[in-house]
């Protein structure tokens, strides 16, 4: 490079024109056709070749090459089909090989729109490559076509460019006109140049100047939408077809780009939405929708799901599903935002191996602070005045979420409004819901989940589904009758005469974050929907005990959500029909009589007669049928349902994706009779994940009667190490590991059980809950939930020790008399060796056996 005083456009008449090229320089030639673009690059390319510059030609574009391969010259083939953040990744990372002083010839970025839809998104990848390639000293050509994009687009691009050209073919002549050459000025630069081949002269007389902008005048009124981003005319054109008849096919054509565009990617998903969604059920969601890009996984599932419903020839679902109003944030915005905020570099660090969990707290810090442009900010607030002061919820509604494959049960927030306030509070409170759920993305569990899946260089941007929340005015609260969740094939059958087919129901009254989440000390009912009263045995046992106890609502004086303990709220005899959900405690009412006392009466919620007396559990299995039959998968459901005085009680579907399933594999044969002396642990029932046969390599034990002696920071402590662990397990199918511990992993509060998060046990291979009444620690079989979910979806075998049931055997003391290995696997942990326990059990013989049909389970140790 040093032999050259300085980089060319291989034509020397337009170097002096422009005062040379320096280093750094971004061209962009805005030209009316590819020819001119390419008439530009050659003599560019034939002249870095000359001089041995390091020339790279990026092809990524549909339109016929701009250069042919050649010696001197790398051609690297892009696909930006992939997405905006894959493709500008990739861009990033071909910059970052070729190091400083390389040349770049990159197709049209007009193209790009063929692929993102959105004027929007070729203005942020200019925005995020040009500054990368100046600060490398690289000199790169673009191309746009003239009156292809807004003025708001070229206008982000001329304000980041350094040098920014028209280029005219006027009756033969060429002109090129600088709108920007950066750092360089002669009093003639910016005026039209007419090219002579061996010169540039600047036109200067009336009769020049008067047909070259008489030609650029008559240009621009036959542009006369290019004051449009390419997305508005995009959904324009389908306006003005949609009532012709005569336009069919185009009709079709229509649906199809519309659907690519603005719903999804994902081949299953997509025929689905394409065989459901009419060209004016997808105007009607763009008129719905903040922004540009993909609405996102959630709420194309809900949308499809509803959809279905709807064209059930056989059943009347109008009648029954309560009208969802809802609005959409569209995809573009959350890398807009990244862009806009002076994050990218910081998100293309996070991309890299060495970065992807070191730099995810400081994005998230950015994503917590940035600020929405002005035009962005009206939109919301359009929306907000719109919900006046109804609580909403805003959900996450990434693009690879709810979709076949990857549930993303729990992995980014979704957060409730109550929405009240001025209306700068309540708007205040919007965007700052909106920030905590795009910060959601750079979460450990989220970043852990990406990973394990193979997922983490995928294009995942964050979409938002803004709903109105369901449910009713009850004094100062407000909240659904009954929310749960539902799975058309139920993996956890805990009774061998129920069919897996008929699925399950996980119910709460109230809002539904106690059917999705673990709630610390509380019990959501579980529904088999072909024996809606046969429970789990633990909860048969004690009913009172393992039933709800507090249900969540929104707290409208106090604009909160909160949780309220139900028998208390009851006692102030609220205006909520209470009698389809919950039986009068008999037994507390006996000891109120037998020590006279007076008081209200105490509740026991069973739900039992709104699934014996009304046609709540048919309803809920044909929509769980009918779901699954269309979607040729099982299916989960999250959904509200209330009571109304004319008309039958309404259902809220809010969710629908394809539910990752475990079949329950060949039947196991369970040994009979084993010594004592041989069985960890046996177990009737209480377990998930099918049947097995599985080598135990290595078990981590916390000791419970040690555990809950710790102070709560010593139990936070235990749940880190549990992590640490978790990390050193490289290959699950190697090294096959039985996590044993006390009450509920997973859970918010320690005195429950051990508070990890789920990517610190996302490596292991079998999770156990030890009940140990001495210190209220109970298991949950929360199946249905987030965390359930993971589960399935990670291949984790669960198993609910309830030690003091009489068909539940645990002999701990078969690990006692080995030695841990916790010093020698973490030496800082010395402090806590008294609580967690590792034992290799490999050469031991170690074995976990259950059959589900007999629901029969054993960990025993094989004889040799």
Known sequence: MDRFPYPSSGLNHLDDMLGRFQYGDNVVWQVDDLIQYKQLVIPYVQRAIRENRKMIYVRFAQHEPLLEPQPGLTIIEL????????????????????????????????????????????????????????????????????????????????????????????????YIHPLKVWNRYSPTMFLPHRDEL????????????????????????????????????????????????????????????????????????????????????????????????????????????RKILQQDTDFDWRQRLEKHDSFYIGSDIFHSYIVQNGLWKLRMEQKTPEGYFTKAEPLAQGLRKGKFSNELREQFQEMIEYFGQSPIIIRSSSLLEDSFGNAFAGKYESLFLVNQGDPEDRYEQFENAVRTIYASTMSEDALTYRLQRGLDQLDEQ?????????????????????????????????????????????????????????????????????????????????????????????????????????????????????????????????????????????????????????????????????????????????????????????????????LQ???????????????????LFQSQGGFMGGCIAQPIDRIILIDPSAYIQLSQQGKYDVARLVGKLNRQICNRDKDTTLLMGPGRWGTSTPSLGVPVRFSEISQMSVLCEISYPGGNLMPELSYGSHFFQDLVEEEIFYVALFCEKPDVVLHKHLLESR???????????????????????????LMLMADVLSQKLVCFFKTA
């Not at 929007?120 to 690289?138: A, I, K, Q, R, S």
């Open 462 to 658: 964050m979409a938002l589904l803004v709903q109105r929340v369901s449910g009713t005015h009850h004094g100062p609260y407000f909240y659904p009758d009954m929310a749960g969740v539902g799975v058309s094939y139920n993996t956890f059958v805990w009774n061998k005469d129920l069919d897996p087919a008929a699925g399950m129901l996980r119910i709460v009254a109230g809002l539904g974050t106690r059917a999705v989440d673990r709630p610390d000390d509380d019990y959501p009912r579980l529904v088999a929907m072909d024996y809606p009263l046969l429970r789990p045995q633990s909860c048969m046992d004690n009913i009172r005990q393992f039933s709800q106890r507090f249900m969540d609502v929104l707290n409208i004086p106090q604009n909160t959500l909160e949780p309220i303990p139900i028998n208390r709220y009851l006692a102030e005899k609220p205006d909520w029909n209470v009698d389809l959900f919950a039986v009068e405690d008999e037994e507390a009412a006996r000891r109120m009589k037998q020590l006279e006392m007076e008081g209200p009466p105490s509740w026991i919620m069973t739900f039992d007669r709104l699934l014996t007396e009304t046609d709540f559990v048919p309803l809920m299995r044909r929509l769980m049928d009918t779901l699954q039959r269309i979607y040729d998968y099982p299916v989960d459901i999250e959904f509200t349902y209330n009571q109304a005085i004319d008309r039958p009680a309404q259902l809220n579907l809010l969710q629908c994706r394809p």
């Open 79 to 174: 696909d930006a089909d992939t997405g905006f953040e894959t493709f500008s990744t990739q861009v990033h990372t071909i910059i970052s090989q070729q190091g400083k002083g390389a040349f770049y010839v990159f197709d049209s970025l007009s193209d790009l729109l063929t692929s993102w839809a959105t004027d929007l998104m070729v203005g942020n990848f200019f925005m995020v490559t040009c500054p990368y390639l100046y600060e490398l000293d690289t000199i790169a050509y673009f191309a746009l076509l003239r009156n292809y994009h807004s003025f708001q687009t070229v206008a982000r691009i001329r304000g980041t460019t350094q040098l920014l050209l028209d280029v005219y073919h006027v009756e033969g002549t060429v």
């Open 661 to 679: 399933t475990r079949g329950f594999g060949a039947r196991v044969q369970i040994p009979e009779s084993l010594p004592a002396e041989q069985i």
């Open 198 to 305: 061996d010169r540039m002269t600047p036109v200067t007389n009336s009769v020049d100047a008067a047909r070259l902008f008489s030609y650029i005048s008559d240009q621009a009124r036959a542009a006369t939408r290019r004051k449009l981003d390419y997305w508005d005319q995009v959904f324009l054109q389908a306006e003005e077809m949609l009532n012709d008849p005569t336009m069919q096919t185009q009709q079709e054509q229509a649906v199809d780009k519309l659907c690519r565009i603005m719903m999804c990617r994902e081949d299953r998903m997509l025929t689905l939405v394409r065989r459901y969604f009419s060209l004016r059920d997808l105007l009607d969601v763009k008129a719905r929708l903040i922004g540009t890009g993909y609405i996102g996984g959630k709420a194309v599932g809900m949308l499809l799901a």
């Open 819 to 845: 030695e841990s290995l916790l010093r020698e696997l973490l030496p800082d942990a010395q402090k806590y060796q008294h609580v967690v326990y590792v034992y290799d059990t490999h050469r031991q013989n």
